[in-house]
């Protein structure tokens, strides 16, 4: 069991979400990063899809009520456990009533506490996942507060080195298939979505200007600011079905993309769709970041698929080995 003994709004447990229930309502959630969530379960042994906590909000701290294998994924937010500091993508072992403090983030704006056995909460629909919007899935579908407590899977414990066991930061491993511009700006990769041609003119500006993520931006969808891009004509639309990654028009001409709460469905203009593998890079950006979108192709995107999936094997076959190591040797 885990004690919170710190937290601030919109922390919560994440898996990777509950897809296939979309045609009645329910959004998918799970992580915003589901690349740093599967990393740190790989690195805790569990299997990528195991419950975490998606932190959002610093500081936080938790309580480990008995000796538990951990990792701290996505954001660098300076982990301490009892004050001695950790590195970022990297597992440890914990003692029984050890503290883990995880602060401002020097990077990036999520980070994920993964567990060995993963947070076991009551699973909602195959999941999981919290849904603050619906209220329910995780911890009493709610974010989590100073004095909940949680129920850890069993898993076996293995005597991980003091040093930990890390791995590289994907941004820097996978540096030629997401690549920065030459000012630092992320490039965000989308496709051209089925109102793009709608937009004339506009929809060229769309590509080539600089967005800003606007506070009004949330798990549900980030709010762009930047020169407002509107239909060449004016345009009504049935409500239809959105996913994750769809790039929404309002007509304020301020575009929305849809984020791991996203709505079921909605009838603003499309004008691109991100593509699956940057939207963790997304779900990394903090209010007020800028990124530019690229251009993409369906090539383009499964080769970067391709090029993570790689990156997971290697995490889990150099997880594995060194701890089969560890066993044999204990």
Not at 74 to 88: R, Y
Not at 165 to 177: E, I, R
Not at 242 to 253: E, K, M, R
Not at 270 to 276: E, F, H, S, W, Y
């Amino acid at each position: 069991m885990i004690e919170i003994i710190q937290a601030s709004p919109f922390n919560t447990v994440q898996d990777l979400g509950r897809p296939g229930f979309r045609n009645i309502g329910v959004t998918t959630s799970g992580a915003m990063d589901p690349f740093g969530l599967k990393i740190g379960n790989l690195l805790a042994g569990n299997e990528v899809d195991a419950a975490a906590i998606e932190v959002q909000t610093y500081p936080f701290r938790l309580r480990f009520s008995k000796r538990l294998d951990f990792a701290v994924t996505g954001a660098d937010c300076g982990a301490t456990l009892d004050g001695v500091g950790l590195l970022p993508w990297c597992a440890y072992a914990a003692e029984a009533g050890q503290v883990l403090e995880l602060g401002q983030p020097r990077t990036a704006s999520r980070a994920y506490v993964c567990v060995a056995g993963g947070i076991d909460v009551a699973a909602v629909m195959g999941s999981r996942a919290t849904s603050l919007r619906g209220a329910f899935g995780g911890n009493g579908g709610r974010f989590l507060l100073a004095g909940d407590r949680l129920e850890v899977g069993a898993a076996p414990l293995l005597d991980l080195p003091a040093n930990g066991l890390a791995v590289v930061d994907p941004a820097f491993a996978l540096a030629d298939v997401f690549p920065l511009s030459e000012d630092g700006t992320v490039l965000i990769r989308a496709l051209p979505a089925g109102e793009h041609d709608l937009f004339g003119g506009d929809a060229e500006r769309f590509w080539t200007q600089t967005w800003k993520i606007s506070t009004q931006s949330d798990r549900t969808g980030y709010r762009l600011s930047g020169d407002p891009i509107r239909p060449t004509v004016p345009v009504e639309m049935r409500s239809h079905g959105v996913v994750p990654g769809v790039v929404q028009v309002p007509p304020s001409g301020e575009p929305i993309v849809q984020m791991s709460d996203a709505n079921t469905a909605g009838g603003y203009p499309k004008i691109a769709g991100v593509i699956d593998a940057d939207l963790w890079r997304l779900g990394q950006a903090r209010i007020g970041s800028r990124f530019r979108f690229v251009r993409s192709t369906h090539r383009e995107a499964l080769e970067i698929e391709k090029a993570m999936a790689h990156f997971l094997d290697d995490v889990r076959r150099t997880s594995q080995t060194v701890k089969r190591a560890l066993k044999a040797m204990a």
